[in-house]
Structures are given as C-alpha cells and as structure tokens.
C-alpha cells in the first residue's frame, strides 16, 4: 500500500506557510493514518487511535469501524473552537485514510473518512485498490507505486487543489508511506 501527502501547512496564529506532517504511523499494527484539511482535527484522531492501538483486544478493522463515529463526536467541538478562533466554517473539513496490513484478512485494507461544516454523519468509504485521491486531475492515469509517477501525480493534484480553492493549500514536499506485511517506509520524494 502506497499513501502519499503533501507538507503544506499554515501556523494557525500567524497564517505564515509551514510544514506540518499529515501522515502518522502506528508501527505496532502496520497502520498509518493520513489527513487532509483541519491539522487540529487531525491530531485529535490520531491520538485517540494510539490510544486505542495499546488495547489488548484491538484489530484495525475496529478502529476502522468506529472512526467516522469518533469524527462525529468530535466535530460539533472543533467546529465551535474554529469559530471562536474566527475561522470561517464553510473551509472546515477533514479527510482521513486509515490503511495498512490486516493480519485477520491477509492483505491491505484501507478506508476514507471525509466530514465538513455542511453536517451529517462522517462520509465513510472502503478503499479497494488503485489511485484515491480528492480532486479532479487523476482520473484515467495508470496506477503506479514509482516514485517519479507518485511525484507527478502530487504535483497534478497540487496544482488542481490550489487552483480549485484560488489559494494555496497543497505543496510543499511529496512524502509517501509505502506499506507492506511488517514493513512501514517513509520517503520524503521532492518538492511538489
């Protein structure tokens, strides 16, 4: 499995760009979970599913379950600390990926999860192989885990977000975390 990010970020307080890391591993179950969006929001999750990695009785496809619900019981309390902080509520959204090996079903496995201002439950989607991405630009392109394609592919998709927004929201580096049964890789490939 193959689950590439970019770095860019803005410091909450100063709005200045910055790097921020929007995959995190739990290398104990071969996991790793990725963020697009709230970096806030983000975080929380993450450590509520370290939290939750240390359980004796823990599987992924649990935690796979009862992620949409646990952005669900949190939204409603980023929601009102980005409004208090003077965030305007139609750019709060976040998008996770949660993958890695299942040793109950032999194989990779990965899910998405999307929520926004808009309300209602977490979008939740199972992902089953080939290219996922938010975003237009990636459609009909050949699959591939090289590194110079998974390089052009972030730079496609960089572009199309940051021109979709009419600002910038995605660059900075490409890194990628490639996954396999009881190996987890880091790459930072280039700049995007």
Not at 60 to 68: C, S, V
Not at 99 to 121: C, E, L, Q
Not at 125 to 152: C, I, K, N, T
Not at 170 to 177: E, K, Q, S, T
Request: charged letters at 20%; aromatic letters at 6%.
């Amino acid at each position: 499995m193959l689950i590439a990010v970019d770095t860019w970020a803005e410091d909450a307080l100063t709005h200045r760009p910055s790097a921020g890391a929007k995959l995190l591993l739990i290398p104990q179950h071969n996991l790793v979970l990725a963020s697009r969006g709230s970096a806030q929001c983000f975080l929380k999750i993450y450590e509520l599913c370290l939290k939750a990695s240390f359980r004796a009785d823990f599987t992924m496809e649990q935690l796979m379950a009862e992620l949409g619900l646990v952005m669900d019981h949190l939204w409603p309390y980023y929601l009102q600390a980005a409004v208090e902080a003077g965030m305007t509520r139609d750019i709060l959204h976040s998008e996770l990926v949660l993958g890695g090996w299942s040793p109950k079903n032999g194989r990779m496995m990965a899910t998405a999860y999307a929520k926004d201002a808009g309300g209602g439950p977490a979008r939740v989607q199972p992902l089953e192989g080939g290219v996922a991405s938010p975003g237009e630009p990636l459609p009909g392109r050949p699959d591939s885990f090289e590194l110079e394609a998974v390089l052009e592919a972030g730079r496609l998709q960089a572009d199309y977000l940051n021109e979709s927004v009419g600002r910038t929201v995605a660059g900075g580096r490409l890194l990628v975390a490639d996954l396999r049964n009881g190996q987890a890789i880091i790459t930072d490939v280039a700049a995007i």
